[in-house]
């Protein structure tokens, strides 16, 4: 059940963390004072939401039908109406 639970929030999981480490990847950075690093930001963001479109994908050919847990999670994020009636 978690690691359905895990799997069903996957996409948003990567994009969460993923962003958590870009911002701190920028404010660690020792380029910032000369150069700003938006390039090499750019690029890490382009693999960070590449990373969470493969995994939605993932999730959509497994089967929102085959993870009754994400109903549960109906009240707190948007979802169809069909898998909140699901749970």
Known sequence: MTLDLIFGLSPLLIVA???LLLMLVEALSKLRDSE??????AAASAVVL???LF????????GPDRLP???????????SR????RA
């Open 17 to 19: 963390v993923g962003a």
């Open 36 to 41: 700003p690093p938006s390039a090499s930001l």
């Open 50 to 52: 590449f990373a969470a």
């Open 55 to 62: 995994a939605s994908i993932g999730v959509w050919m497994y």
């Open 69 to 79: 847990v994400l109903g549960s999670l109906a009240p707190y994020l948007p979802t």
């Open 82 to 85: 069909w898998l909140s009636t």
